[in-house]
């Protein structure tokens, strides 16, 4: 009697069990639509025949027309992209060296850099960007694309170094010793061993110094000068004249970028696997 | 790692950090150090700055007004990461539990609001929570609608104060509420990531030892679970809280005039009202707490 | 002055305060396969990097085929390593690994695909050139490695516990084929291993290192039957250590009392004097056992313990109230294992010169 007793709060604590697991797979569920629901009800807007957003009328492309036809989002895009291109470019070079040389030399002075490099990750955006906007006014320069660029390499090269130092991290550097071994000097070691088994790190960097870049909208807000509006500034100062179709056409064109950034990177991942087998 | 030895190192190490620290100090360190002098100013009559040496920008500080502003944005941020936590830990343990293939997907999924512009999500959220937003036009509209028809049918009491209360809109723009749902949205992933992280590398035999001696559920997740994944609550809440209280976006496009935050006092102090020494002390004090937190929790991870 | 292969004058070797490797001296033969042998921490390790040129010395010099080496970066020496954990490029198909060290010598490509085909033939991987190293199995790994660095026909070949990271039987096939191997190539070979009986079945001459120094270097045979020290009697093989009081001299020999009670006669091959503290080194495999005594040298004994290991059995004998020896006895015959039952009154005796004094 005991015994089935026993056996029947088992089966008891089991069901529990089960009943805990579905209450999981709900809140996932759930999770998940929290997630999925603004970005759905975005999309779904944007080809809302309605001028008023949240009413709908049938279906229609034209806010789609509309957007490729305006030119201010067209200089918008063109200058996101010169910004982004030229921050990133230079922040992916700037960062991988300078994560190469935190990685395998000590020096003096090395925790004091470590901690500067680590600043701007850190600080928030709003004191960043009201840093440099003082130091650009205090220096008498003028507004404009060059600041934002510079403003952007000035986090991007964190955020590069940290990615790149982690994939340092977990080098085998018997792989640089036998290289050396077999007869290739510093800079041969570095082009045909180092090089190609951080590229990974390198490039996940540079994904993500271009995405910080394309989609900084408060240092950039700062930073901008008349003529160098970039396509969060365009979307921002939309949004703030009033909700209309044609925002929610430009942002999910960017949802679909960002869907293409984030294959790019899982490609990258895997691409990085590979090379990763034997450490 | 090599210390430096030969002239040889030392020229290749000065190589290599050059052009990053010649950067950092020009756009990092001696705008900081421009915030930091400039805050002790005085704002010029015609804006611009005077520089005299007072403290007169940091008592502004406490003076009520912003005080009050200024324990908004801790409560803002404080609620943002508990409710961040409490969604995006099981969701992490949910994630971290699937079979390897669906984890991958699952991830991969979390992945794309992540890398979504912040802009972009925020507006997405205005578009729900405005008075003419979905869910007002839903509340005003069909429900309000339906409602009628049904005291119509049935006409009970009930329905008088129901229709009433569609009648109006609710207040969901403008308030905490709103911004903490955008910042609560903007920043689940942050939290998720590093939960996931840490419960994936936990080792699932613990909690079989654990209910071996044992444990039950409830104490095997308390005792076992979650002190060894702590390094992952820890992270993920600090990711949160940071940019939560530096927050200038979410207020700025949700909080509406009403609810402001202290990214959005420096905002008007450099934009609208040409304060830059009240603006430069504002900032330097948010700085300053977001440091203490950041060296707390890097006191804390090393235990 | 013949030439050596490698030659270490007082080198050592310092990381901050730990001292890896104490002026160490060694002279390494053309075509010899020399093993450093040593626990983990010993220092061997860092002496084979010296050698490579990974690790600079804090004092003294390094010569490699009579040539002073001071500064000479790693790929300005004429040896090659390979590596504990292969380091293999994982970026590389076997061929590209094989063929980098010719690659950098700016050997001319027929030539390069012709040494590496020869090598991977020689290493018994023929045809896995297009394969990456991921895809081979720990001792394909292993060969290719070794490949890599044969194929440069290096002076000098230096490798750090090569065979560590393979299950037993693979490593006994390999140490088998690798000794084969040296001596068809006829390279000098520097081995380091933490492995005796590694070292004893492959080496020409083995240098034992304990805290950064050399304690002895000699053949197989002298490391084993003429150990230094009693370090060395203990980490190679299995010895019996007997302390006991210089007491009396007799000849070459001299009478070692050992807990006040048993004398042993044991030949003196260093100067000792009187009362002075010492060991007794025996081998367990070099005493025999008798139920009558067979001379008047030999020592009587009770079994405490009998174990059985198959090839041998293995008796734990008191001599004394606090002396216990192992003895080692073939099982030549079948059936005998139990030869000697616990308790049993017995004698012990060896050949005199099987003893070895050690300074206690």
Sequence with gaps: MRSNKRQAGKVQKRRRGRWLNRLLSLHGVLGYIFLYAPIVILVIFSFNASRFVSDWRGFTLQWYTRLFGNQAIGAALRNSLIVAGASTLISTVFGTM??????????????????LLYLPIIIPDISMAVMLLLFFVLAHW????????????????????????????????????????????????????????????????????????IDDFVITFFTAGPGSTTLPLRIYSMVKLGVTPEINALSSMMLLASMGLVFLSLMLQKGGKGGMDIV | MTH?????????????I??????????FFVPLLLVFAISFGERGTYGGVRWVLNLENYRRFFDPLYLRIFGRTLYIAAATTIICLLVGYPLAYFIATRPPRWRNAFLLLLMIPFWTNFLVRTYAWLLILRDKGLINTFWTGSLHMGLLQLSRLLPLPIWEPLLRATANPLTLFGTDGAIIIGLVYGWLPDMVLPCYAAIERFDFSLVEAAQDLYANRRQSFLRVILPMTMSGVVAGSVLVFIPSLGAYVTPDLLGGAKSIMIGNVIYSQFMAARDYPFGSAVSFVLMAVMLAGTLIYFRTGRE | MSTYAIQLKDAS????????VDRVSLSIHDGEFFSLLGPSGCGKTTTLRL???????????????????????PYRRPVNTVFQNYALFPHMTIFQNVAFGLEMQKVARAEIRQRVSEVL????????????????????????????????????LLLDEPLGALDLKLRKAMQLELKELQRRVGITFVYVTHDQEEALTMSDRIAVMQHGRVLQVGTPEQIYEQPASRFVADFIGETNFLEGQVKGRRGSEVAVVVDGVLTLHVPAERAVGMEDEVTVAIRPEKISLHAEPPDAQAVPGVVEEVIYTGTDTRYLIRLTGQTIVTVRQQNVAVGSSACFAPGTRLYLRWQPESARLLMA
């Design chain 1, 142 to 213: 003028n507004l404009g694309l060059i600041t934002i660029i510079i403003s952007h390499v000035a986090f991007n090269i964190s955020f590069v170094a940290v990615v790149v130092r982690a994939r340092l991290a977990y080098f085998d550097i018997s792989l640089e010793e036998a290289a050396q071994d077999l007869y290739a000097n510093e800079w041969q070691t570095f082009r045909r061993v180092t090089l190609p088994l951080i590229m990974p790190g390198i490039l996940g960097g540079a994904l993500l110094a271009f995405t910080l870049s």
């Design chain 3, 13 to 20: 070797k310092h990381f901050g305060s730990v001292i890896a």
């Design chain 3, 121 to 156: 033939e020689m290493v018994r991987l023929p045809g896995m050139g297009g394969r990456k190293p991921s895809q081979l199995s720990g001792g394909q790994q292993q060969r290719v490695a070794l490949a890599r660095a044969l194929v440069n026909r290096p002076r000098v």
């Design chain 3, 51 to 73: 050698i490579a040129g990974f690790e600079l010395p804090t004092q003294g010099d390094i010569y490699i085929c009579g040539e002073l080496q001071g500064e000479t970066p």
């Design chain 2, 18 to 27: 050059s052009p990053s620290l010649f950067w950092l100090i020009v756009f």
């Design chain 1, 98 to 115: 300078v994560a190469l040389a935190m990685e395998r030399y000590r020096f003096r002075g090395k925790m004091a850099f470590d901690a």
């Design chain 2, 4 to 16: 430096i030895r030969s002239r040889r190192e030392a020229l290749r190490l000065l190589f290599l």
